[in-house]
């Protein structure tokens, strides 16, 4: 059973008595610590009862560190320390770190952390352990070298427009294991950030997509159970046991190789100035970005239904048919960059078009292509004989319109929302929206480098996810401190005053 839930205020005035000792004490080491400190005294749990309160029983033995527990692995990844069992020795051992957590009579061992890390990771437990004791086929190293900035194409390009219908239909069924450290980031972190204006214009949301690659920090050799060796024979093929069950192979197109392991799914604010992560999922190494995508923009949808998601911002990976139509089911506007490898449709019926560009403008008889001239509601997308746009009158050959101000064309999005989006992607608006795309590369950044989530190792989605979590909930205590530029050393200054 889950023990009482101490409210946050508590925590706060407790963590200022116990400071004040140490201030006389260990002043230096305390100013040293002031940053970590003050995102600990900002972030409060106290909305996150009603999430982990039903994943303990009504009876049995209580447990009573859990909100500690939370403090102290935002603190291990602020600290910089890659092993949990080592953290919880570290805290064990040290009364101020102890103090800092909110531990009360007994500091928790990494057996503890484990186990509540576990509760979280709504998954099968026994069935993740059968399938590391399970003997698996071993798969070697893909060959396949793909060109620089190249991102694998979809095993089945078929599925995201299944996956889409299912959606739009409100059919989509979702295991999600990951879904109340998604609750943690959103209750605990988001909606403050919202309510202090650091996300975006909540009532004109734009998000930003990209999933990174997420090493493991086990072996895809395996370890072998046959005979071979034995009879002399060292590069055998046959089944063997894996640590990590969970990591596949994928292609990291940034480093440009393969690498074993998952992918880490993030959406980002784009348009805070913080680059705050809102929303993360571990999937597949081998899973295409657009088939995540399907899914995160259901999730999101119910985990913020305060947000009001104007505008999606990714790059050519979701660049494809059924992603544009479930973004028009949203009401989401898109800014996907082209992805050269997806065909377009380019039989629209005109008698004023002879036929498109390559960037999807019309051409007109003449041969010359039309201007785009944004989007008129609700006739479509607008262009005009660039002669008349430039002030200049057309050739005798070329002239189309006795009007000065040309021959004027309107292509509905709905024909091919792809190549004629409500933002061109020519136009000065486009160009300035795609820019906040490097929102999520910044954010992904700040988790993988600044807080070096991999170096931990993780042999387990459910460790790679909890460790992107924590991370993202730094990212956002970090964002608060720095725009309210609160101090804990100063607030206990002014208390000792």
């Not at 805070?272 to 899973?287: E, F, G, N």
């Not at 988790?447 to 956002?476: C, G, K, P, Q």
Request: aromatic residues 12%; contains cysteine; hydrophobic residues 35%.
């Amino acid at each position: 059973m889950l023990r009482d839930w101490t409210p946050h205020c508590d925590y706060q005035e407790k963590l200022r008595l116990k400071m004040l000792l140490y201030y006389e004490t260990q002043r230096s080491r305390l100013v040293a610590l002031d940053k970590s400190i003050s995102k600990l005294y900002l972030l409060n749990l106290d909305n996150l009862l009603p999430v982990v309160k039903p994943l303990y029983p009504d009876s049995g033995r209580p447990a009573k560190n859990q909100q500690g527990i939370i403090r102290s692995l935002v603190l291990m990844l602020d600290q910089q320390v890659y092993s949990i069992t080592n953290w919880a020795l570290k805290v064990a051992s040290d009364p101020l770190l102890f103090d800092i957590c909110g531990f009360v009579v007994k500091a928790p061992a990494a057996a503890s952390y484990y186990d509540f890390l576990i509760r979280l990771w709504r998954a099968d437990r026994k069935l993740h352990l059968n399938r590391k004791k399970k003997v698996k086929k071993f798969t070697s190293k893909p060959r396949l070298k793909l060109k620089a900035g190249e991102k694998l194409k979809p095993k089945h390009p078929g599925t995201v427009k299944k996956l889409v219908d299912k959606a739009i239909k409100g059919k989509l069924k979702n295991f999600c294991p990951e879904i109340i450290l998604q609750k943690l980031i959103a209750r605990c972190v988001v909606d403050t950030s919202a309510q202090m204006g650091i996300l975006g214009n909540v009532d004109n949301f734009s998000v930003a997509f990209d999933g990174s690659p997420f090493y493991s920090g086990a072996s895809h050799y395996g370890v072998k159970v046959c005979d071979c060796r034995s009879k002399g024979i060292f590069n055998c093929q046959c089944p063997r046991r894996f640590s990590d069950p969970d990591a596949k192979w994928g292609w990291d197109s940034y480093r440009e190789q393969w690498f074993f392991g998952n992918t880490l799914f993030n959406v980002t604010a784009s348009d805070s100035p913080y680059d705050l992560p809102i929303y993360i999922k571990m999937v597949q190494a081998s899973r295409h970005d657009s088939i995540t995508t399907v899914f995160a923009l259901q999730d999101i949808h119910k985990l913020y239904p305060y947000l009001n998601f104007k505008s999606f911002v990714a790059d050519g990976a979701m660049d494809n048919y059924p992603i544009y139509e479930l973004l028009k089911h949203y009401g989401i506007t898109p800014f996907i960059s082209l992805d050269s490898r997806t065909k377009a449709k380019f039989n629209y019926p005109h008698p004023d078009i002879l036929c498109f560009d390559d960037h999807g403008h019309p051409i007109c008889h003449g041969g010359i292509p039309m201007v785009n001239w944004g989007f008129v509601e609700p006739k479509g997308v607008k262009y005009r004989c660039w002669f008349a746009t430039k002030g200049l009158e057309p050739p005798k050959e070329c002239k189309c319109s006795d009007s000065n101000y040309g021959n004027v064309v309107y292509i509905k999005p709905d024909f091919d929302p792809r190549m004629f989006p409500k933002v061109p992607r020519d136009s000065e608006a486009f160009k300035e929206k795609f820019k906040t795309r490097t929102s999520v590369e910044r954010s992904n950044k700040r988790i993988f480098e600044d807080y070096a989530i991999e170096a931990y190792d993780s042999r387990s989605a459910m460790l790679r996810t909890a460790l992107a979590a924590f991370a993202v909930l730094n990212i956002h205590l970090d964002a608060w401190v720095k725009h309210t530029s609160f101090s804990f050393i100063t607030l206990l200054e002014n208390q000792a005053a």
